[in-house]
Structures are given as structure tokens and as C-alpha cells.
């Protein structure tokens, strides 16, 4: 079995709580798990063992973060409609970039995207694909995720009702029929690496029914129910017109929610809707960036926290942010609480890590395999430089990693024990051509889809 040495690092291990830190420590890692946490230097005879030894000289290590809410196929939409609320944003680029985007495209935008996540040190990524114009869009996305190494959580998206877009549209028996494809197909392969679950886009476009239906058939399969809800006012007006109650009572009232939800946004709650996913045990995933680039909100995150909420953090997709960069979601999740309750010390730098890492492996239904640096833990590993111009001197790792570094400090990615990123370059990818041909195939679709670009320009 491969095993992998980590040594003269900072490791923040993330086990009890987020304060801890070994320094000098090293990590040993055997094939795909952790095997070692140990303060100090490692013993020449453990080092002369070892097949790959990485030194962490001047980096924090840190489990790998994860990014619990994208749209992967939105990395080629990013930047087409900016400056927009929400409903208009769909409108104008996201809806009519979807449908002209082909397989390839797909592919190639999951694998950017993907890309990008991992050199940002996201190791996990919960994608939401709702695109399906081809029941191949989903497989290729997974497919993307299998080649680059990257551990993955496909969220099935789909819209069954009126008012949701026609083209986007499918059946009950549809939706439930290529979930249990995929869900069979891909759960199993890979150690569980890439696995697929359901995901009612919108309550405004998911009937009622289906919704119990995949309520319970997710508890049969053990997999998630991942949903945007109450992310803007307008959506929350829709749902008081159509039902006379708020999103989460008409969840609730059809008697799905449980701890196997991932309520996405969750912007505007009142109080009876928190205290109802509370009492349910389902969990809310952040977007703090998006929700203010689509001018949606500030949530009350601090409130969830008070009610005891898991909350995992996210990007949300380029189309609505515009990058994947979760360094960058970190520094914003605490800035804009403190906006928000006025008050400096809403959230420190350890609260925002605990929903990044653990409330992110809640998310990704893995708790306690990543998340957390100790034997028997899932090698999903970031190496973070903190000897940059913009982060020196240090004087505490958590708050070096949530208030100075971003993406960029991002050394060395290391998913399932296979080491995807190094010197903050992928190893197995030719990052030049993959951004080529990208740039190619979106000037391609751009044309395709009769929506105004530039993109001949940087070809
Ligand atoms: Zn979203």
C-alpha cells in the first residue's frame, strides 16, 4: 500500500475543536487513510519507509475543505450576467447558456470547475447539475470527477411543475427513474468517492408529491434531498400566494424534511421556519458571497448557530459568485455576519472552520471520515503557505486562514491519499490545454445559444 509522509508542518487537526494546533507535527497517510497525528519529527527509520514524503515547511495543514453548493456547468456561464437579482439573472444568461451547452460541454465545464475547486483547496464538492437536456450530463460530471480524482457528491436537479421553465421540465417517473440509475451506478464504484443524491431544484418547481415520494425514497437509499429554498422575498411571496405559507411550513406540512435535507440559502427564515428545521434535524448550507452578489440577503446565521443548526459552507455556482474560491467563502462568511449584527464577534475565525469542515462532512454524509486529521479519517489533506507578503507574521493559524489566505496559498491537495495538487499546480492535468479548450468550446455555446460575448477575444 502507498503511503505518504507529511512533515515540519502546522497541522490544525480539527478533531476536538478548532483551536488546537501541532506544530512541528506529521501526518502518516496509508493508501487512502490516515493512519498517524504526531507532534515532532517523524524518526528517520519512519521517513526512509515511507514511498512520498511532502515537506509542509512553512504551510498550515489543514483537512481539506469542502464546497457544499455549486452548479458546476455555470463555470461557463460565469461573468454572462452579472448585476442582477436572482429571477432576472436566470433569465438572462444561466437559462439560455444551459441549453445550449452539449455533453462536451458539460464534461469540460465539471472538469474546470473541479479544477478550480481543488487548487482552491476544496477536496469535497457538492455539485447541483439540474440541466438534464441529455440523460448523459449527469454521467459526464461524475465522469470528470472520476478522471481528476476529486471527491464528489452529485446532487440530481430537477424542476416538475409550473412555473419553472418548460425546457427544464421532467416527469415524476423520470426524475425518480435516473436517480436510481445513477444512485446504482455511480454510489458504488470508486470507494464511494463520487456519489449521487436527489435535488428538487426550487419548491416553486417541485410538485408536493414527488417531493414525499423522494422523501422516502432517500431514507430507503441512504442518500440526501438537497434544495434551494427561501433564498430570495419574491420566492418566499410565491409560496404564500400558491399555499398561504412559507416554504419551510409547506415542507414541513408535507412531512419531508428530516436530517437527510440540505436546505440551500435559507436567507430569509422566520422564526417558526428555524426553529422547524431545528426541531427536524435538516441541515442549511451558507453562500455568503452569492447571496450578496445577487443582492439576495444576509441570513442569520448566528441564529442558526444559537438553535444548534448544522450549517456547511459553499460558493454556490460561478454563475453567482464568480469564482469557486472557498478560501475566499471563509473571509466573507464572518465579514458579512458581522455586518449584519453589527457586532464584531458574531463569528471567529474557529466558528467559520467548524461549518467549513465539519458542518461540510455533514453535508457530504461523511462525518467523521473527513473533516478531522486522526487515524482512520479519509487522507483528504490541504497544505496551505502561509509565507506570503499578504499573510506574514502569524500569529494564529485559524485566523491566517480565514482573514489573510485565499485560493492562491493553496500548496498541496491531497484527496483519498493521492496527491492531486502540488506547489499549487495539478499533477495528473494539463491545466493549459484544459483551459483551451474550455475557452474554445464557450465561445462556441455562446454562438450556439445567440447570447452576446466576448469570448473570441481570449481564445
Ligand atoms: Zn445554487
Redesign the pocket.
Known amino acids: 500500500m502507498h503511503t505518504t509522509l507529511i512533515q515540519n508542518g502546522t497541522i490544525l487537526p480539527c478533531v476536538t475543536d478548532m483551536r488546537e494546533v501541532i506544530s512541528p507535527g506529521y501526518i502518516v497517510i496509508e493508501g487512502e487513510r490516515i493512519v498517524q497525528v504526531e507532534p515532532g519529527q517523524p524518526s528517520s527509520d519512519l521517513v526512509g519507509k515511507c514511498d512520498e514524503v511532502i515537506s509542509a515547511s512553512g504551510c498550515a495543514v489543514i483537512p481539506g475543505l469542502v464546497n457544499a453548493?455549486t452548479?458546476l456547468f455555470q463555470t461557463f456561464l460565469r461573468g454572462l450576467a452579472d448585476d442582477k437579482p436572482l429571477l432576472e439573472w436566470l433569465a438572462a444568461a444561466t437559462w439560455p447558456g444551459a441549453l445550449a451547452m452539449t455533453e462536451e460541454d458539460f464534461y469540460l465545464s465539471a472538469k474546470l470547475g473541479f479544477m478550480e475547486n481543488l487548487k482552491c483547496g476544496a477536496t469535497s464538492v457538492l455539485s447541483?447539475d439540474y440541466v438534464q437536456t441529455s440523460t448523459r450530463n449527469m454521467d459526464v460530471v461524475a465522469q470528470a470527477a472520476e478522471e481528476i480524482g476529486i471527491r464528489a457528491l452529485l446532487a440530481r436537479g430537477y424542476a416538475d411543475r409550473e412555473p419553472y421553465r418548460e425546457e427544464f421540465r421532467e416527469t415524476p417517473e423520470q426524475v425518480i427513474k435516473e436517480t436510481q440509475r445513477l444512485v446504482k451506478y455511480w454510489n458504488h464504484r470508486n470507494g464511494g468517492r463520487i456519489r449521487v443524491e436527489f435535488a428538487p431544484l426550487i419548491p416553486w418547481g417541485c410538485r408536493g408529491d414527488t417531493l414525499q415520494t423522494i422523501s422516502q425514497l432517500a431514507k430507503e437509499w441512504d442518500v440526501g434531498v438537497h434544495i434551494?429554498v427561501n433564498e430570495t422575498l419574491p420566492e418566499v411571496q410565491m409560496s404564500l400566494d400558491e399555499f398561504g405559507v412559507r416554504p419551510i411550513r409547506w415542507l414541513a406540512d408535507l412531512g419531508v424534511l428530516d436530517e437527510h435535507w440540505q436546505l440551500?440559502h435559507c436567507v430569509w427564515l422566520d422564526e417558526e421556519e428555524m426553529d422547524l428545521i431545528a426541531k427536524h434535524g435538516s441541515l442549511i448550507i451558507h453562500n455568503p458571497v452569492s447571496n450578496m452578489y445577487l443582492a439576495s440577503g444576509i441570513p442569520k446565521v448566528v441564529e442558526w448557530r444559537k438553535r444548534g443548526i448544522p450549517t456547511a459552507l459553499a460558493t454556490?455556482?460561478p454563475g453567482s459568485n464568480n469564482s469557486q474560491d472557498m478560501m475566499e467563502v471563509l473571509k466573507f462568511t464572518a465579514c458579512l455576519q458581522k455586518v449584519g449584527t453589527l457586532n464584531a464577534t458574531a463569528l471567529l475565525p474557529e466558528d467559520v472552520l467548524e461549518m467549513a469542515l465539519w458542518g461540510g462532512a455533514k453535508a457530504m454524509r461523511l462525518e467523521n471520515q473527513i473533516g478531522k486529521l486522526k487515524p482512520g479519517a479519509l487522507a483528504d489533506i490541504v497544505l496551505v503557505n502561509l509565507r506570503k507578503a499578504h499573510i506574514m507574521p502569524v500569529h494564529s493559524a485559524q485566523s491566517a486562514l480565514v482573514y489573510n489566505a485565499n485560493g492562491n496559498d493553496i500548496d498541496t491537495v491531497i484527496v483519498a491519499g493521492k496527491v492531486l495538487v502540488q506547489n499549487g499546480k495539478m499533477k495528473h492535468v494539463d491545466e493549459e490545454k484544459l483551459l483551451s479548450d474550455c475557452q474554445q468550446a464557450v465561445e462556441r455555446i455562446c454562438k450556439r445559444g445567440n447570447i452576446a460575448s466576448k469570448a473570441h477575444l481570449f481564445v
Open positions: 453548493h452548479h447541483q434551494h440551500v454556490d455556482g
